[in-house]
């Protein structure tokens, strides 16, 4: 398994691809996650744990993709690229009508 703040430094990787709406929103996550009753430390290992089964997953993927997708609570669908999450496809935000 990969250290705990390698695994916060991959998992954070992708934040720098939202757009700037989206970054003040996804702001509030932090004040949320610290202000629930929470156990960090179980949340850092399956953070890690997470990362160790995007790793493990490779193979022959729909579209000619070798990797996991990585669905992500903040940021874009990504895939792991060595220690980075990156976008997959295209980014397009989404504007709720009205």
Same mark, same amino acid.
């Given at each position: 398994?990969?250290? $705990? /703040?390698?695994? #916060?430094?991959? #998992? !954070? @990787?992708?934040?720098?691809? =939202? @757009?700037?709406?989206? !970054? !003040?929103?996804? @702001?509030?996550? &932090?004040?949320?996650?610290? /202000? &629930?009753?929470?156990? +960090?430390?179980?949340?850092? $290992?399956? +953070?890690?744990? #997470?990362?160790?089964? &995007?790793? !493990?997953?490779?193979?022959?993927?729909?579209?000619?993709? $070798?990797?996991? =997708?990585?669905?992500?609570?903040?940021?874009? &669908? @990504?895939? #792991?690229?060595?220690?980075? =999450?990156?976008?997959?496809?295209?980014?397009?935000?989404?504007?709720?009508?009205?």
């Amino acid at each position: 398994m990969i250290s $705990t /703040s390698s695994s #916060l430094q991959i #998992l !954070a @990787s992708n934040l720098v691809y =939202l @757009s700037p709406e989206w !970054a !003040a929103c996804n @702001s509030l996550a &932090v004040i949320l996650v610290t /202000s &629930v009753n929470a156990d +960090r430390e179980l949340a850092k $290992t399956k +953070r890690g744990r #997470l990362l160790d089964v &995007v790793r !493990a997953g490779t193979g022959s993927f729909f579209q000619g993709r $070798t990797g996991c =997708l990585f669905f992500c609570g903040h940021g874009p &669908v @990504s895939v #792991l690229s060595e220690e980075t =999450l990156i976008p997959y496809g295209s980014l397009d935000p989404y504007t709720p009508p009205g």
